[in-house]
């Protein structure tokens, strides 16, 4: 196993001092048991440790010198450095306890410790030093794990295949076992091991898992939960919302925010998100639109934005946020794509840096965590914990996925670790490849301005850079040819695709060699010259129409199916004015066309039927067949006066 470096820089003006100190502490290291690789160095000032704090992804520590020196104040480069890279650990050198009142209480919160100057003991020091380290770096479930494996009890419990004993031998089933490991298999356990706590009511290794990820990502509170973010967001909702309260939300939220309106029964105001035409792509909200629906719903419970979305589109969180907070309305948003953005200042403010009451983020998606692993972070000031564990419960399954637990407590201690480095070099590799697409010149990297839709120009909105859209048009391949080549012949899977674009993630995994690959593709194909086309309209979808009952009540109706198409295979004209009793969502991009209670129209079934027919192949979620006809579920006439309309 690699070992790891820990970089500790000492920044203190007096040369003669810091020369002094430096030797003790270097030998010191070099003395004691020293696991995690610390090495130190010095500086005489606050520009010099900046700089250093930006580009080396190996500091761990900075011990600064209370007294400051020419130019620089103490404190002013501890709220620096804490704001460049909170994780780090600050240690203020004092002379006396006198100093140490001088530290101003707004930068105390940052502080890990003090050391006094006169009483210099560099091992002491060094200890205290490497016993941060050690708590940071600490995985207090996966070594519970780990430990729990190699003590092999004999298992006389659940999962069936016993630590992998039914299938080790099998001569059908053997292949599967030396497939995925052992270790994987004998780590596979059920709540019934007590010292492995329970995810359903942590107060062991998980509970101090938790803990220390809501450390490390800014929250008062983090819940991990192993049924991905679709699970995170219903839980939150449910939590917050009782049948038939107000819920703003961006109409681009993921299914799963819609799924929660039918669970909860919540009323929701959908807002509509911008969109780019010309690319097909949905953007933010206006501000505006954000703005004036908190105006007008003051009575609403909650707000849900995506930041930042599929794309990379991140809002200009605080102002939303505070206007939210201004009518008592609590803020959730949905980070599933954003989880890395609290270990490099170029991504942040996160949510809950901005102020949010909720974040929920798929640790999965952009961490080394496995796939459905996720977690929840609160900073609700009224947070209810029992209502929320109550909720929570009823989703999680009783026997979650003890690797996805594990996986969430390292997925957490590498991105405190190195995540501002592996970023770093992510962001550049992200910035290499965007210009040799565009060095091709049949491909193009669109950047914000090319992204952003006109309604929120001046919003504020940023672009995530590790999310990379490309234009291929100009190649003359379809998106279905450029896919196809470039897995067929190059072996590479792109993360996902409209009419003219591809989407490459980049991720904290990503590798020199796999950028290289990658460009060498596009270089082959673009010198392939086909003619250009011209970019393919997508269908455009159509506005949001009326809400006519409660989302809940027209999904749990008796419902009958109308055909999309009627004899003549045109837009089935029984469907317009009925009620949806179903979400319709086209997949990509996955925003509903309808939510159950919504108006139909003759446009939306003619977006729907020309998805359909397109040659680009989109899944088209909840449209029902019967035999080969397609349908939707209305609410039948006796549904609709059953029911209390809006
Ligand atoms: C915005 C958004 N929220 C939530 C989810 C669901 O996340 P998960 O796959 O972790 O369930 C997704 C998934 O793509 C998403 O794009």
């Known amino acids: 196993m690699p070992r790891p470096h820990s970089h500790v820089l000492l920044v203190l003006a007096d040369a003669t001092l810091r020369r002094g100190l430096l030797k003790g502490l270097t030998?010191?290291?070099?003395?004691?048991?020293?696991?995690?690789g610390i090495a130190f160095s010095g500086v005489g000032s606050a520009a010099e440790a900046l700089e250093i704090a930006r580009g080396d992804g190996d500091l761990q520590s900075v011990l600064i010198d209370g007294l400051g020196g020419e130019g620089w104040r103490a404190d002013e480069l501890v709220s620096a450095l804490h704001a460049l890279r909170p994780e780090l650990d600050l240690y203020v050198l004092v002379d006396s306890a006198r100093d140490e009142e001088t530290v101003g209480e707004l930068i105390r919160e940052a502080i890990d410790g003090f050391f006094i100057r006169?009483?210099?003991?560099?091992?002491?020091?060094?200890?205290?030093?490497?016993?941060?380290?050690?708590?940071?770096?600490?995985?207090?479930?996966?070594?519970?794990?780990?430990?729990?494996?190699?003590?092999?009890?004999?298992?006389?419990?659940?999962?069936?295949?016993?630590?992998?004993?039914?299938?080790?031998a099998s001569p059908w089933a053997a292949g599967f076992h030396e497939f995925v490991g052992e270790n994987l298999l004998r780590a596979d356990l059920s709540v019934s091991v007590d010292m492995l706590d329970s995810l359903l009511d942590p107060k062991g290794v998980i509970a101090q898992a938790q803990d220390m990820a809501a450390r490390a990502f800014g929250a008062q509170r983090t819940f991990f939960a192993t049924n991905g973010t679709s699970t995170a967001n219903k839980v939150i909702f449910q939590t917050l919302l009782a049948p038939g309260d107000k819920l703003l939300l961006d109409r681009n939220c993921h299914k799963s925010v819609h799924h929660g309106v039918v669970l909860s029964g919540a009323r929701p105001v959908y807002l509509n998100s911008s969109v780019n035409r010309t690319y097909g792509l949905f953007g933010p909200v206006p501000k505006k639109t954000l703005f004036e629906a908190i105006e007008a719903h003051p009575d609403a419970?909650?707000?849900?934005?995506?930041?930042?979305?599929?794309?990379?589109?991140?809002?200009?969180?605080?102002?939303?946020?505070?206007?939210?907070?201004?009518?008592?309305?609590?803020?959730?948003?949905?980070?599933?794509?954003?989880?890395?953005?609290?270990?490099?200042?170029?991504?942040?403010?996160?949510?809950?840096?901005?102020?949010?009451?909720?974040?929920?983020?798929?640790?999965?998606?952009?961490?080394?965590?496995?796939s459905q692993a996720s977690m929840i972070h609160v900073n609700d000031p009224d947070f209810d914990a029992h209502l929320f564990r109550e909720n929570f419960n009823m989703h999680a399954s009783t026997s979650p996925q003890y690797g996805i637990i594990a996986s969430l407590d390292v997925g957490r201690q590498q991105a405190m670790m190195e995540g501002y480095k592996l970023l770093q070099r992510t962001l550049e590799l992200a910035e290499e490849l965007r210009e040799a697409i565009d060095a091709t010149n049949a491909f193009q990297a669109l950047t914000l301005t090319d992204l952003l839709p006109a309604e929120v120009h001046g919003d504020g909105i940023r672009l995530d850079p590790t999310k990379i859209t490309v234009d291929i048009s100009k190649s003359g391949f379809t998106v279905a040819e450029f896919q196809q080549v470039l897995f067929e012949r190059f072996n590479i899977q792109v993360e996902k695709s409209t009419f003219n674009t591809v989407t490459l993630l980049l991720t904290i995994g990503t590798t020199r060699s796999k950028v290289s690959r990658l460009h060498d593709a596009l270089l082959r194909l673009a010198r392939e010259a086909r003619a250009p086309r011209k970019l393919v309209r997508a269908p455009e979808i159509a506005g949001f129409t009326e809400l006519h009952y409660l989302p809940r009540d027209a999904f749990y109706c008796e419902g009958e199916l109308l055909p999309l198409i009627d004899d003549d295979e045109h837009a089935n004209p029984a469907l317009d004015g009925r009620i949806c009793a179903d979400q319709i969502t086209p997949y990509p991009p996955g925003i509903p066309a309808l939510v159950p209670g919504q108006v139909i129209t003759r446009e939306i079934v003619q977006f729907l039927l020309s998805l359909m027919r397109s040659h680009k192949r989109t899944d088209l979620h909840g449209v029902v067949h019967d035999g080969y006809t397609p349908c939707l579920r209305v609410m039948t006439r006796a549904d609709e006066a059953a029911n209390r309309r809006l």
């Open 118 to 168: 006169d009483e210099a003991d560099p091992r002491g020091w060094f200890r205290i030093i490497q016993a941060e380290i050690q708590e940071k770096s600490r995985t207090p479930f996966f070594d519970a794990l780990r430990e729990y494996v190699l003590m092999a009890k004999d298992a006389w419990h659940t999962p069936g295949h016993s630590s992998g004993d039914s299938l080790r």
């Open 27 to 36: 030998a010191a290291a070099k003395s004691l048991d020293n696991p995690y």
């Open 301 to 370: 419970k909650a707000l849900i934005l995506t930041s930042c979305t599929y794309d990379g589109l991140r809002y200009d969180l605080p102002p939303i946020i505070a206007a939210a907070h201004a009518k008592g309305i609590k803020v959730i948003i949905d980070e599933a794509w954003y989880a890395h953005a609290r270990f490099h200042p170029a991504l942040r403010p996160t949510a809950m840096e901005a102020g949010a009451d909720y974040a929920t983020q798929s640790t999965h998606k952009v961490l080394s965590a496995l």
